[in-house]
């Protein structure tokens, strides 16, 4: 079983049953030479033989050339072969041959004009339509496609995509790209022929950017099995892997264990050994499902996968976009679907979710579209909903199917797999997307984590906006404390660093001026006798009152002592603008204000001792304002 596809999708028409159900009595010609070809081409077509069926249909209308069953049934047939034009012709006769059938069957036509890219065609037959007695579209979403379809032909979109340079691209197909957040790595599909099997082979493989140019590194063994794996995720740093195995016709997974038809897992990257673990099955999101598609966010806190299951009460296949969230303890929590306004009644594939945290772009079929699958994008709203969907556009989106979909970290250049080169033949393409369906750049914040003695460490890492809502989080890696996270340009963030036995680190960030491309950070161990400075502890000007805003630097010394058993003492310091009394007594009252802030948090006055200094410990200049700044500050010591 495929990897990427549940199964390939089969447009069924109104028309169907006509062709299927009409009696042997009504389905005759004057010659009955003709109604013999037509009877056995239904019955090959019965049995899955269209291009049989076809022939003898020829046969029948060259007997009987006003036919209108044999018609139909070609019309029929070649939709289902996605010869779309082949099959609006057959219907077109077969309309001028009993004109009174058209108001049942004129919406096949439609449809096939709008699944074959015939978009003029497809509104004019729309049109056609509703001048008929009587009539009305059954299919709200085919109306609104074709409507869309058909202005959005006349407003394209600038599209210029180029085939990615480099030995990526093969003489085989290559899909599903998977990119690194600095955007210079990725890992992809690539699906293999051998020369003794009949069906192809998928493996991932690595790929690294020089200059224009992407080059394949690797093929990534140590994943790698004589089964297919396709669909990878990384997180934005490429040490996690999420990817889909699948289970053979034999219905075992070979070394693997798996649960459903196809499954996901988890390999970790060991920087060590610079190479992925051993890979395990993702048993709290797997289920007797089809699990695919797999798409971690940026921080690897987020996981997003496609479930797929025949209904018992249809027999359709219900096809959603699901999410998990990551626990604090590191595993996945129970998915749960995305809401109606992005999983519709189609189906949806191939998520992926921007490094700026809120632009979900996907595939649907289940939308307004130009046909096939169609690439949206929806944001995530302050409140945690997600907006309406908006199509990616024309000619982004053809009547053709389109996925794959990944956006670099500027928010505007994009990637994506499609055979518009050589039918059939996937490769992987670039282009830029339109300001209004772009993602918000972002800019990579990456560092270590090491204690006092140099040592790694691995401390949770956050990214925080300034009313707090965090924006991202990652662990720093056990093994050399390195981490690597997004930030939204065009705004200041919090960057927080905490781990139980350290003190903690807090700062505000400009990501547009301030972003070093490395950061080395050193924590202290919390232990007596060591300071902690506050810097960015907000009052209002000449006041000891908090300014109201978010206090980052505060809520994570409440965290660590109500996470601990230490004592501090509170030191408030002033600069010299201002009398040395006037100062002092402020001094006091901002240390005051400190306790209360953590009294408020739940940490008892008892474990606070306060002391105000006033102007009399300077650690900079009072003559110019940056060293001014630098001793209005707060210092928290540990006493036992």
Known sequence: MSVHSIQPKVLMFFFLIFCLQRSDALAQSNEKKATKRYN?????????????????????IRIDAEFFDAFMLKGQIFAELKEWQKGADALNRAFEIEPSEREDWQESLVSMYHRGGMYKEAYHALEVGEQLRGWQMQSD??????????????????????ALLGDVNSELSEYYPALYSSGDRMVFTRELVYPNRSFGQEDFYEARKEGDEWWTVRSIGEVNTPRNEGA?????????LVFTACAGIDGSYGTRTG?????????DYNVLSSSYNDAANLEELNSAKWESQPALSADGQFLFFVRAFRSTDTGEVVQDIYVSERSDEGSWLPAVPLPGVINSKGKEENPFLHSDGVSLYFASDGLPGMGGMDLFVSRKQDDGTW?????????????????SLQVFADGSHAIFATDRNEPGNLDLWEFELPVEVSAKAVALWTGEVRDNSGDPIEAKVQ????????????????????????????EDVVIQIEHPDFAFYSTILSPDSELDPFVSISLQKLEVGITMTLRDVRFEKSSAELDGSFQPELEQLAKTMLQSKIRIEILGHTDSDGTAEVNLALSELRAEAVAQFLEDRGVERGRMEL????????????????GRAENRRTEIVIIN
Do not use: W
């Not at 990878?232 to 996690?240: E, K």
């Open 232 to 240: 990878p995720s990384i997180r934005g740093d490429g040490r996690l």
């Open 141 to 162: 979403l085919l109306e609104s496609s074709v409507r869309f379809a058909n202005t959005a032909i006349d407003a394209p979109s600038e599209f210029h995509p180029t």
């Open 40 to 60: 056995e081409a239904t019955q090959f077509y019965s049995e899955g033989l269209r291009m049989e069926a076809l022939t003898k249909l020829d046969e029948a």
């Open 463 to 490: 990214v925080l906006d300034l009313s707090g809502r965090l924006l991202s989080t990652q662990n720093s890696d056990p093994i050399d404390g390195q981490f690597t996270l997004s930030v939204k340009t065009g």
């Open 259 to 267: 649960v459903g038809s196809c499954d996901l897992f988890q390999s």
């Open 387 to 403: 907006s309406e969907p908006e199509n990616l556009g024309y000619p982004i989106n053809t009547h053709g199917d389109e996925n």
């Open 611 to 626: 002391r105000g200094l006033g102007e009399t410990e300077p650690i900079a200049s009072n003559e110019t304002e940056e």
